[in-house]
């Protein structure tokens, strides 16, 4: 079965830091692009980053440039995402997701359950 | 960034309803566009890929089309498992924005 089971998620105090992380199985994780998708609570879906297959490559949303860090572990089937300096306005559910083909990059088809990150003091 | 605009932000219908979501982006996105499903508590679940592909195992009283700024997402007749939160979302470029959402819900 093609899965995606993200952890990490956790009360933190506005400043803090944060690893998210995301297993998959069932496919060839080395041979797709990777985001993560965020949901604060009662609101819509926002792309936060993603990263090409062999890491090279990684993109960001603005409003976490320079806080956030996406990485990937092909040999572990692992994705991540390093959240510093975590802000009230960070709060939400985190999705990884995979796109629907190997080259595409943002029609995601497979999506984890989400881990929850609360910023507040 | 390329902006999504969806309308109406909310729906009430009934079952067997026909039903029509309207997506809007800024510039034109060719047929880089996908529709979700979204239910309270749950992951979202893509419908429909590059405008009109239902994706598998998808129903096929779902549709889209559409190509440049304007794209619509059909349901034919509406059943009971449909009622939640649809949102588009462009793949043409980097951020992938999606639609504010729009609520399907019970009349």
């Known amino acids: 079965e093609v899965q995606l089971v993200e952890s990490g998620g956790d009360l933190v105090q506005p400043g803090g830091s944060l690893r998210l992380s995301c297993a998959a199985s069932?496919?060839?994780?080395?041979?797709?692009?990777m985001s993560w998708v965020r949901q604060a609570p009662g609101k819509g879906l926002d792309w936060v980053a993603n990263i090409k297959q062999d890491g090279s490559e990684k993109y960001y949303v603005d409003s976490v440039k320079g806080r956030f860090t996406i990485s990937r572990d092909n040999a572990k089937n692992s994705l991540y995402l390093q959240m510093n300096s975590l802000r009230d306005e960070d709060t939400a559910v985190y999705y990884c997701?995979?796109?629907?083909?190997?080259?595409?990059?943002?029609?995601?088809?497979?999506w984890g359950q989400g881990t929850m990150v609360t910023v507040s003091s | 960034d390329i902006q999504m605009t969806q309308s109406p932000s909310c729906l009430s219908s009934s079952v067997g309803d026909r039903v029509t979501i309207t997506c809007r982006a800024s510039?034109?996105?060719?047929?880089?566009l996908n529709w979700y499903q979204q239910r309270p508590g749950k992951a979202p679940k893509l419908l429909i890929y590059a405008a009109s592909s239902l994706q598998s195992e998808v129903p096929s009283r779902f549709s889209g089309s559409g190509s440049g700024t304007e794209f619509t997402l059909t349901i034919s007749s509406l059943q009971a498992e449909d009622f939640a939160t649809y949102y588009c979302q462009q793949s043409y470029n980097t951020p992938p924005i999606f639609g504010q959402g729009t609520r399907l819900e019970i009349k």
């Open positions: 510039q034109s996105i060719s047929t880089y």
């Open positions: 997701a995979r796109p629907n083909r190997a080259q595409s990059r943002h029609s995601f088809d497979i």
């Open positions: 069932g496919f060839t994780f080395s041979t797709y692009w």
